[in-house]
């Protein structure tokens, strides 16, 4: 089986959506972040501090390529994956991919009002809301170029994203059968 790969801005629910589709799916769950911080050896924002956001783009690479060969797992992708094309041919190869969508407002809201996301490393100059606003519009064609599929957690629950995912997979399943 391939893995099911979730992509999507910060603050979108990805990690809670994996975490739902593994339960539901009987399937492990892996972190590109946990990785990632493994092999910094040292937090994500501690590491970007130190050694800048290119050397950590590496490292998310790195892990990337570690993931090769790996089946039926439920991938839950740092938000910066699709910014190597790279990354995302690897992770397509053996993966189908799951855009995790929530709207500006929603990410603005989740972001600022979640103490933990202080200590995230800004991805650009300037305050917070002025990062994820340019961080999140010049992405999103990304996110969008990239999915098979894609889910909406500004106007759905996560329940409700995680059963349009499984539907979506017996259903495509049903088409290769064909
Ligand atoms: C990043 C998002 C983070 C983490 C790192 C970079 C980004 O992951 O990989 O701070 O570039 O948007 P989450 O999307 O899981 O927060």
Known sequence: MKNIVLIGFRGTGKSTLSQELALRLARMRISTDDLATELCGMSITDFVQEHGWAAFRRIETECIVGLQGKEDYIIDSGGGVVENPDNMRLLAKNGVIVWVHASLEDVVTRLIGNTNDAQRPLLSEGDLRSDIT???????????????????????????CSTAIEQWLVASQKKSDQ
């Open 134 to 160: 340019e961080n999140y519009t010049r992405r999103e064609p990304l996110y969008k170029r990239y999915a098979d599929f894609s889910v909406n957690t500004s106007t759905h629950t996560i329940q409700e």
